[in-house]
């Protein structure tokens, strides 16, 4: 499944329930409940033990936290029954027990932690002794990303995030916010405050600017998919917006992936996992 610098991922919402309610979450309130039953995440688990190469497999949700199986049973079916590499997109806001469990239940096998600062929900100084406390409990090979939204009203907080993290070794990774399907359309103002904060020319490592990959190959669909907590897997989360790219229901055994890269058809590429995973033609 492994071919160049193509590194195959999958993005499972392991949940949708959320224990915050951002503003700006692209996600919308009516979608951000549920989890899996207990029957279903064993069958996500077959799915995942099928696999016959090891993926990364980064959990996003709604929050996984908030989600009890996602500890109890998500994390410890996965350690023992797969070689998956595993990431985790979360927004810090469990308790420090519960994050000292995971780095443990994961230790060896963690790739990437995602986390989200928002402001709205908590403040710096909080999430910085998280983020310090958790840095400490992986493998120094984990990587910690520090992202947040770059909320037009909060430019000034994010400024001031930005300059206290780097005060513990924390960069933040800024994300430009996204509106209706799209990116937000800033103020003239906002834009030169924003350009000073990601730099003239950012890449997928450096921001998410949340650009335009029309026309070019991609590896998503074959190499890469979302999937979703009803088991639905489509493959990529622009593709799945526009209702295209569906996979099948890996619930109901229906999983397919496609056969090669495709040419993009869309004018917003909303996460950077493709592209810093080399799913795109041109972009490392
Ligand atoms: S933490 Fe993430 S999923 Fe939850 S409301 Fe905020 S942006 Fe949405
Ligand atoms: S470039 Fe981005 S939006 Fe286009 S198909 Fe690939 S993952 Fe989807």
């Not at 996965?78 to 595993?86: E, K, W």
């Not at 109901?252 to 869309?266: D, H, I, T, V, W």
């Amino acid at each position: 499944m492994r071919s160049g610098k193509r590194a195959p991922t999958c993005e499972w919402q392991v949940c949708g329930v959320c224990n915050y309610d951002c503003s700006y979450c692209i996600q919308s309130k009516i979608y951000r409940v549920g989890h899996p039953s207990d029957d279903e995440v064993a069958r996500f688990l077959d799915f995942f033990a099928s696999f016959d190469t090891p993926w990364e497999i980064k959990m996003t949700g709604g929050e996984p936290f908030a989600f009890k199986g996602f500890l109890n049973a998500i994390l410890p079916g996965l350690v023992q029954r797969t070689s998956h590499t595993l990431s985790i997109l979360t927004n810090l806001s469990a308790p420090l027990p519960f994050l000292e469990r995971f780095a443990t239940l994961t230790r060896g096998r963690l790739h990437v932690v995602s986390a989200s600062l928002h402001l709205e929900h908590t403040d710096v100084a909080t999430f910085a002794e998280k983020a310090k406390r958790l840095r400490e409990w992986m493998s120094p090979e984990t990587r910690l990303v520090i992202n947040s939204v770059l909320v037009p009203e909060r430019l000034e907080a994010f400024e001031a995030a930005k300059e206290m993290l780097a005060k513990d070794g924390l960069t933040i990774f800024p994300q430009i916010m996204k509106h209706e399907g799209s990116t937000f359309p800033y103020e003239a103002t906002d834009v030169i405050r924003i350009e000073r904060l990601i730099g003239k020319s950012p890449t997928p490592r450096t921001a998410n600017t949340a650009p335009s990959y029309r026309g070019r190959l991609c590896w998503a669909g074959t190499d890469y998919f979302v999937l979703m907590q009803n088991g639905d897997a489509w493959s990529c989360r622009t593709a799945k917006r526009h209702k295209e790219g569906f996979l099948g229901n890996v619930l109901r055994g229906e999983f397919a992936r496609g056969s090669g890269p495709l040419a993009c058809g869309y004018d917003i590429c909303p996460c950077t996992v493709p592209a810093n995973r080399g799913m795109i033609e041109g972009i490392a």
